[in-house]
Structure formats: structure tokens, C-alpha cells
């Protein structure tokens, strides 16, 4: 199965500053990637799928790069509301997701 | 527009069972799989397996494999998620999840379902 790996755990940063969260698959998953994010009592939102589209309404701050083991998600301009969790994850034949990465001020 | 409308809260002892529903609208329930994805409190995500709508047909994770069961109702348009000898760490939030407009991502969440399992 495959195994993915987030870091960091947690990003402190202020408004305004860039984000840069990272991905790690254990073997290569081409760009079969997506991104989520969390916000708490809420369920996850779809933020980036194949690696690098933009789900329908994500605005374009966030953006995601990367193929075969290792991957991106760039949040160019920190929002206040951007500050909560995000997971990657893979669709194989056992969807798998990351751990996460939290990123608070 | 797209809706997965799931069951209220539930709180069962160990060794019960609990049954979880999820009412699809705003698209065609049998065209695509239901998910289903759950979370500890405090904890990351964990997908359990999937249905089709369609055909009946299951895939589930291995380390849920003998203790779910995934249904549907197509008259209803509701999926179902059955999960039995519970254990106070089967405590989650459960999500039914699709993908409707995206390939290999799931672009449609549930609200939710509390899971509490407590002697």
C-alpha cells in the first residue's frame, strides 16, 4: 500500500506570508494527488486535485505542484482563513491520505 | 446542486452495532461510487471503502474487512454504512464522500455522523 508522509507537522506563520506544505508518497503515484483542507467541526474541502487543478471555487492563492513521490501545495498569501489543516492524499485501489499538516499562526 | 445529507449523532455501547445513512441529491445516485471516510477526534482521516450505487458491489479496506458493510437504497437514493462489535476506539466522525465533477479526489463531503462508543 501506499504510504504518504506530510511535513511539517505543523507551519506557524502570520497573514500574508507564504505557505509551502509538502508530500511524500512511498512509491510513485504520478500526479494522482489531491489536496484537502480542514477547518474545525468542519469536513474536509477538496482545495487541489491531479497534483496541480484547482477544484471548482478554490481560490487561485492556492496552488499545487509535484509528480511521482514528491509534492506541493503553495498558498502564495496567507488568509486568516486559511489557518487549519491540510491533508494530501491518493486514490489508488486503497485511497490513502496523509497524515496532515496544521498550519496556525 | 449536490447534497450527502447523513444520519444524526449516535452513541453505542461496545459490541453493538450502528448503522449510518447518507441521502444523495442534485445528481444521479447510481452514475457514481459513495465513499466512506472517518475520523478520530483529534486524528486524521481513514477510508473505510466504497459502494456502487449501481451494482451493488463493495471494496473494503482491509483493516475494516468481517465489521462493515456497505449498503444502498436506489428507490431512496441513500447509502448505508453498517458497522458492527464496536470499541470505544470505533469513536469517530464518519463521512460518505463522492466524486462527481473530478477524477481520484473527492470533490462532495457529508456533514458527518458522531459515532460515540461508550460502555
Known amino acids: 500500500d501506499i504510504v504518504l508522509t506530510q511535513s511539517p507537522g505543523t507551519l506557524s506563520l502570520s497573514p500574508g506570508k507564504r505557505a509551502i506544505l509538502s508530500c511524500r508518497a512511498s512509491?510513485?503515484?504520478?500526479?494522482?494527488l489531491a489536496w484537502y483542507q480542514q477547518q474545525p467541526g468542519q469536513a474536509p474541502r477538496l482545495l487541489i486535485y491531479?497534483?496541480?487543478s484547482r477544484a471548482t471555487g478554490i481560490p487561485d492563492r492556492f496552488s499545487g505542484s509535484g509528480s511521482g513521490t514528491y509534492f506541493t501545495l503553495t498558498i502564495s498569501r496567507l488568509e486568516p482563513e486559511d489557518f487549519a489543516v491540510y491533508y494530501c492524499q491518493h486514490y489508488g485501489s486503497s485511497p490513502t491520505f496523509g497524515p496532515g499538516t496544521r498550519v496556525d499562526i | 446542486q449536490v447534497q450527502l445529507v447523513q444520519s444524526g449523532a449516535e452513541v453505542k455501547k461496545p459490541g453493538a452495532s450502528v448503522k449510518v445513512s447518507c441521502k444523495a441529491s442534485?445528481?444521479?445516485?447510481?452514475?457514481?461510487?459513495i465513499h466512506w471516510v472517518r475520523q478520530a477526534p483529534g486524528q486524521g482521516l481513514e477510508w473505510m471503502g466504497w459502494?456502487?450505487?449501481?451494482?451493488?458491489?463493495?471494496n473494503y479496506a482491509h483493516s475494516f474487512q468481517g465489521r462493515v458493510t456497505m449498503t444502498r437504497d436506489t428507490s431512496m437514493g441513500t447509502a448505508y454504512m453498517e458497522l458492527s462489535s464496536l470499541r470505544s476506539d470505533d469513536t469517530a466522525m464518519y463521512y460518505c464522500v463522492t466524486m462527481i465533477m473530478v477524477r481520484r479526489a473527492f470533490d462532495f463531503w457529508g456533514q458527518g455522523t458522531m459515532v460515540t462508543v461508550s460502555p
Open positions: 442534485g445528481y444521479t445516485f447510481t452514475g457514481y461510487y
Open positions: 459502494i456502487n450505487p449501481n451494482s451493488g458491489g463493495t
Open positions: 512509491q510513485s503515484i504520478s500526479s494522482y
Open positions: 491531479g497534483a496541480s
